[in-house]
């Protein structure tokens, strides 16, 4: 991946999107090969990732602020500092007004925006998402998809977006890795030039949701045979 680049990874359920994530994240290990951030290994988790989960996994007995702040404060950051981060990206995801709520008080989206802020408050160079818009309903998933794109071309962080949603990668990606089944491997890359926001009917994201759709209906047949044979 390229700095600043937004990459959506793209494939069957489990063929190890998360998996994948997780390592680069550096939760889990890798058996083989090396993975590279910045010229240096990942090893363990780093302040250089944030990471953002499905479910928002906010501390339900901390504030909106203490949230953000929660891992600024776990590396020695001042009161001062905590504050401006807590100022900045509040604004920026749009929740200024709410820095004393707790998680019980927030929608689910807002819960999101708390997740990202909290996942930017470290200043990462790269951010990991994984399915985190997946347990919204449409409209506001839309609505965070818009937000997303806002607040990536604002900060310029490098995004690796994982996603089971065609519609989700072609509307956010500068390019869709696509899965196989498993074993999971990188079946095709597939760029996306036009610029954000994206019209769905544009003959480049028609064209690139067909091939999508067809090598995605390919690798779940080949799973569903692969089931068979072990039955």
């Given at each position: 991946?390229?700095?600043?680049?937004?990459?959506?990874?793209?494939?069957?359920?489990?063929?190890?999107?998360?998996?994948?994530?997780?390592?680069?994240?550096?939760?889990?290990?890798?058996?083989?090969?090396?993975?590279?951030?910045?010229?240096?290994?990942?090893?363990?988790?780093?302040?250089?990732?944030?990471?953002?989960?499905?479910?928002?996994?906010?501390?339900?007995?901390?504030?909106?602020?203490?949230?953000?702040?929660?891992?600024?404060?776990m590396r020695g950051a001042s009161r001062t500092e905590?504050?401006?981060?807590?100022?900045?990206?509040?604004?920026?995801?749009?929740?200024?007004?709410?820095?004393?709520?707790?998680?019980?008080?927030?929608?689910?989206?807002?819960?999101?925006?708390?997740?990202?802020?909290?996942?930017?408050?470290?200043?990462?160079?790269?951010?990991?998402?994984?399915?985190?818009?997946?347990?919204?309903?449409?409209?506001?998933?839309?609505?965070?998809?818009?937000?997303?794109?806002?607040?990536?071309?604002?900060?310029?962080?490098?995004?690796?977006?994982?996603?089971?949603?065609?519609?989700?990668?072609?509307?956010?990606?500068?390019?869709?890795?696509?899965?196989?089944?498993?074993?999971?491997?990188?079946?095709?890359?597939?760029?996306?030039?036009?610029?954000?926001?994206?019209?769905?009917?544009?003959?480049?994201?028609?064209?690139?949701?067909?091939?999508?759709?067809?090598?995605?209906?390919?690798?779940?047949?080949?799973?569903?045979?692969?089931?068979?044979?072990?039955?």
């Amino acid at each position: 991946m390229r700095a600043g680049e937004f990459v959506c990874l793209l494939g069957p359920s489990g063929c190890g999107k998360s998996t994948f994530l997780n390592i680069v994240a550096g939760f889990l290990a890798t058996t083989s090969g090396t993975l590279r951030l910045d010229g240096r290994p990942v090893t363990r988790p780093g302040h250089d990732r944030g990471v953002v989960f499905q479910e928002h996994a906010l501390f339900p007995w901390l504030s909106v602020a203490d949230n953000i702040a929660f891992g600024l404060r776990m590396r020695g950051a001042s009161r001062t500092e905590r504050a401006a981060a807590v100022r900045r990206y509040t604004d920026l995801v749009g929740l200024t007004g709410f820095e004393r709520s707790f998680p019980k008080d927030l929608s689910g989206g807002m819960r999101q925006r708390v997740a990202i802020a909290r996942a930017l408050a470290n200043e990462p160079k790269m951010l990991l998402m994984d399915e985190p818009f997946a347990a919204l309903d449409a409209q506001m998933r839309r609505l965070l998809q818009d937000e997303l794109v806002k607040i990536w071309q604002e900060t310029g962080k490098t995004v690796l977006f994982v996603t089971h949603s065609i519609e989700e990668a072609l509307r956010l990606s500068d390019r869709v890795v696509v899965m196989t089944a498993r074993p999971g491997t990188v079946r095709a890359v597939v760029p996306l030039d036009s610029a954000r926001p994206r019209d769905p009917t544009s003959d480049e994201l028609v064209a690139a949701r067909r091939r999508i759709d067809g090598m995605l209906a390919e690798e779940i047949a080949r799973t569903f045979e692969l089931l068979g044979r072990n039955l």
